[in-house]
């Protein structure tokens, strides 16, 4: 196995994009719960975020929801961003909560309906420009509930049409990178439900369009990594969108229903030269309902790069022997030996040996920042699901 001295300077290069709306509040379709110095405004995101770095150094960057996070001066966020120690990063658009789109957005039947959302991404994209930011993420709630409902082929013909004209928009430097999700909310069938259709709409499109992988946006015993090796054996694998899911799509803690599987699309990002890739982005999505905001997202990234250093520790060369001579046992072994290894002490001194705290958690947690914000934060409007 690789000794951890190894691959010391290779976790220095890893970022892990933070979601604005993590720190709002959440819940499930039965009741989003609140809880005291939940963030306002997306200035008052940030700086949450912003916490988040400053006891990682992991999270330099911050995605945006638009309209969740619509604001009079992305100037003004930008510059607010650099002050807290982080920058802006990813636009997300959102065409599930308007009542036109009910029956589709970029896949409607309706021409208006359509060119309403499509304009949507358009505004998307004027904000990148305002932000510095380089992806455009798109997730679609579009599909149907019945068979018969729509003509399953005329929605893919006007999908193509559409991210085919988001796509013309798009600057030099921007990327349109599109996310897909087995079902929810439609249940008879999704527009965009697997990587397979994803690929097919990006790669149709150009060099600068891209697949987001959620890893809870799959059917139950999907072999996730198998996924990740061949996006990014054909160039295509833009984006993670990470969490952890149960039974659908929990939006949990990232490792926290299946660490082991965290580790083996690890290891294939390794393996596939993902890992710090500037074309392949580490990303957070999740929604933290019953825990606070900052410790949730700070045990998330640190889950992140547990997994990410065990998975730098695979011996390579003994793996490599081992698959060529067939020996089964030999080259589960080899993974097993790297995952089973308890790396927390090393990047503990790890952290310290660059002027973090040694354990994050415990380090916010005497920081005094949730008292502070649970006390200054008292009336207005709480961010949370549509704001």
């Keep these: 196995m690789t000794d951890f001295s190894a691959i010391s300077d290779s976790l220095t290069a890893q970022a892990i994009e933070l979601p604005s709306w993590a720190f709002g509040n959440s819940g499930t379709r039965f009741r989003v719960f609140t809880a005291p110095g939940v963030p306002r405004t997306p200035f008052e995101k940030i700086s949450d975020a912003a916490q988040v770095n400053k006891h990682t150094a992991l999270a330099p960057t911050v995605a945006l929801h638009i309209p969740w996070d619509k604001v009079d001066s992305y100037e003004d966020l930008a510059k607010h961003a650099e002050d807290e120690g982080v920058k802006l990063g990813t636009i997300n658009s959102n065409t599930f909560q308007d009542e036109d789109y009910k029956l589709g957005s970029v896949t409607h039947s309706d021409d208006a309906i359509r060119q309403k959302a499509i304009d949507h991404h358009f505004e998307c994209i004027d904000i990148m420009h305002a932000t510095g930011s380089r992806d455009l993420k798109i997730w679609l709630a579009d599909g149907t509930n019945y068979p018969g409902q729509d003509d399953l082929?005329?929605?893919?013909?006007?999908?193509?049409?559409?991210?085919?004209?988001?796509?013309?928009r798009l600057g030099d430097e921007q990327r349109l990178v599109l996310e897909y999700k087995f079902f929810e909310p439609a249940f008879y069938h999704t527009d965009v439900p697997d990587w397979g259709t994803s690929y097919a709409q990006v790669a149709a499109l150009g060099d600068k369009a891209m697949v987001c992988l959620d890893t809870g946006h799959h059917a139950p015993g999907t072999n996730i990594e198998f996924i990740v090796m061949q996006l990014l054996r054909l160039g295509k694998l833009g984006s993670f969108d990470f969490n952890s899911r149960f039974y659908a799509d929990d939006?949990?803690?990232v490792g926290a229903a299946d660490p082991f599987q965290l580790f083996r699309i690890l290891v294939e990002v390794v393996r596939g030269g993902g890992y710090a890739n500037p074309d392949?982005?580490?990303m957070l999505d999740q929604c933290h309902n019953i825990e606070n905001k900052i410790p949730g997202q700070i045990r998330s990234v640190l889950n992140v790069q547990e997994?990410?250093?065990?998975?730098?520790?695979?011996?390579?060369?003994?793996?490599?022997?081992?698959?060529?001579?067939?020996?089964?046992?030999?080259?589960?072994?080899?993974?097993?030996?790297?995952?089973?290894?308890?790396?927390?002490?090393?990047?503990?001194?790890?952290?310290?040996?660059?002027?973090?705290?040694?354990?994050?958690?415990?380090?916010?947690?005497?920081?005094g920042y949730f008292e502070k914000i649970s006390g200054d934060r008292v009336g207005g409007t709480q961010a949370g699901w549509g704001a």
């Design 251 to 253: 939006d949990l803690i």
């Design 153 to 168: 082929r005329g929605r893919q013909d006007r999908l193509a049409d559409s991210l085919q004209k988001i796509y013309d």
């Design 307 to 367: 997994m990410t250093a065990r998975a730098l520790l695979v011996d390579r060369d003994a793996l490599a022997t081992a698959q060529r001579s067939g020996d089964v046992l030999a080259a589960n072994a080899v993974l097993m030996d790297a995952f089973s290894t308890d790396v927390r002490p090393a990047l503990a001194a790890w952290r310290e040996s660059r002027g973090l705290p040694a354990d994050p958690m415990t380090a916010y947690a005497e920081s």
């Design 280 to 282: 392949v982005a580490f």
